[in-house]
């Protein structure tokens, strides 16, 4: 018996002609259905300077990195925080350090502070967009309660050191506690919130990019993944294996020819953990960000040649950060930006590429760059408060500078200025900086030659505290234009002393006895 027909006795129509109709209906596969979020990794160096990575014109060998840079964007016009701390605050917040109080110096071993608890950092808001979030390498914003913990500000997941630096090997740290007039060494590595131990003599760069590694190998590719990897590589103490030693037998400057075999070393962590998001099918929809945390340290073999000053001034060495962005999810690529762009602009940036919210943070001072980063459009950002510190000491002068605060000789102080040129502070507008104060180490440091380590000293008067440079003519800094242009100076300072005025106090307590780790053996948090 054949099949039986449709009700109503008609002839059945072909399925084909029947359904096309619905299916003209639907959208074209792929079209209405959102892409899915971006992976997210962001790699963060401790203390690389400008003329460290062979894109820059180093002896230093980066072969990963100059790669990933040629085929990303190069950010040219870049710019960290002089120091770790204000960094990686700014990066988490996105926002400026006078709004935190943490405008002075980093938090030191045994500082009851951390990045305040009513902010709503960076994790935490991709976490909230579906992320999972991951962190491994080194905190630095504070430790002394549990609640200023990675895991407590988001991190799914946390790997590494809480304090600011120690021994690449042991993972120690030593320091003098003042008021017990004594110096504690003890272990700081953590896997969560627990202590991590059976790493000694292991190279952190390596542990990292293992960790890391399998982060991205046990990752689902459907889930948005977070990774922020903040190694402990190059920062001082300078310690390498023997063998990244070896290619650069030609440099005589020991610290030099150690920090170079250190940047070696890190090129290929940061190679590894590309060939790992490569191999796992993370890649095709991933943005991975490079970024420096601040200049490079040229008394610990670090180089900003050929900008002005070192890690801790406010000169364009210690602030204009080696930084690139590679995906194939750009739009333009093998290019240098020319833009504008700042640490604590990688927030906005990230949750709007995580397609999340900013709602919930305290107003933000960075800007969402993605479309200047992947399609060449101008900067939202036209200023940039560098920083402001009344309280500034400079830990590490120039050679045969004394560490005392600058002092006006009234002979660069506009009289309309109601801003304090003896204070520490710089701004940026447009291609216009302004520096006020002592800045730091003004010195321009060539590379160490093959025999011998040169410095060019600056020609200006100990008493000089106040310079307007056109930063892209003269990104060296050499040619003070603040008499020419009285006009901009007095704009300039208006602008710091509105920033000034919005600033909270300094927020620097001194040490606390009760983070001595004599009966645990480790440093941890102790409230």
């Known amino acids: 018996m054949g099949p039986s027909l449709p009700r109503g006795g008609g002839p059945r129509r072909p399925l084909l002609t029947a359904v096309l109709p619905l299916l003209l209906l639907l959208p074209p596969l792929g079209a209405g259905a959102e892409p899915a979020p971006p992976h997210l990794v962001l790699v963060l160096a401790d203390d690389l300077g400008w003329n460290d990575v062979g894109f820059h014109g180093s002896a230093v060998r980066t072969p990963q990195l100059d790669a990933l840079a040629a085929g990303g964007v190069r950010l040219d016009n870049y710019y960290t925080q002089p120091l770790c701390t204000p960094s990686r605050s700014q990066l988490l917040t996105g926002r400026y350090q006078i709004r935190t109080g943490l405008q002075h110096q980093i938090i030191w071993v045994c500082q009851p502070s951390c990045v305040p608890l009513d902010e709503k950092l960076l994790p935490q808001l991709l976490k909230e967009a579906g992320y999972t979030t991951h962190m491994v390498g080194k905190w630095h914003l504070g430790m002394y309660r549990k609640e200023c913990l990675p895991t407590r500000r988001g991190f799914d997941t946390y790997f590494g050191y809480l304090l600011g630096s120690e021994d690449y090997y042991s993972h120690e740290r030593c320091t003098f506690i003042n008021a017990l007039n004594v110096t504690r060494c003890a272990l700081d590595f953590r896997d969560g919130e627990e202590v991590a131990t059976g790493y000694e003599n292991m190279y952190s760069a390596n542990i990292f990019t293992e960790r890391a590694t399998a982060l991205i190998t046990n990752h689902p590719p459907e889930k948005p993944l977070f990774l922020y990897l903040a190694l402990q590589s190059v920062h001082e103490p300078l310690q390498v294996p023997e063998e990244y030693l070896k290619p650069y037998d030609f440099i005589q400057d020991k610290n030099r020819r ?118 060449g459009s101008p900067s939202p950002r036209v200023e940039l408060l560098h920083n402001i510190d009344p309280d500034f000491v400079d830990t590490s002068p120039c050679s045969g500078n004394s560490t005392a605060l600058a002092k006006d000789d009234g002979s660069s102080l506009p009289e309309y200025s109601t801003f304090n040129t003896s204070v520490h502070a710089a701004i940026r507008y447009g291609n216009w900086k302004l520096l006020t104060g002592y800045p730091g180490c003004g010195h321009w440091f060539p590379p160490p030659s093959q025999y011998n380590v040169s410095e060019i000293p600056s020609l200006d008067p100990p008493t000089k505290t106040l310079w307007l440079f056109d930063i892209e003519r003269d990104p060296e800094e050499r040619h003070d234009l603040s008499r020419e242009y009285p006009h901009v100076v007095k704009q ?28 645990t053996g480790v440093w941890g948090p102790w409230m």
């Open 258 to 375: 150690h920090y170079a075999a250190m940047v070696s070393l890190m090129d290929e962590a940061v190679g590894n953990i590309t060939t790992a998001l490569k191999r796992h099918g993370l890649w095709n929809n991933t943005v991975l960000i490079f970024s420096t945390d601040n200049g490079g340290q040229t008394l610990a073999g670090g180089n900003n040649w050929p900008l002005r000053g070192r890690k801790w001034s406010l000169w364009e060495g210690g602030i204009r950060g080696v930084g690139f962005v590679a995906s194939p999810l750009l739009k333009q690529k093998g290019v240098k930006s020319r833009e504008l762009i700042h640490i604590s602009d990688w927030l906005p940036t990230l949750v709007s590429l995580a397609r999340g919210s900013t709602n919930g943070t305290k107003p933000l001072d960075g800007f969402d760059v993605w479309k200047t980063i992947s399609e």
């Open 492 to 519: 300039l300072l208006s602008r710091l002393q509105f920033y000034h005025k919005h600033s909270v106090p300094v927020y620097f307590p001194p040490q606390d006895p009760r983070c001595d780790p004599q009966g």
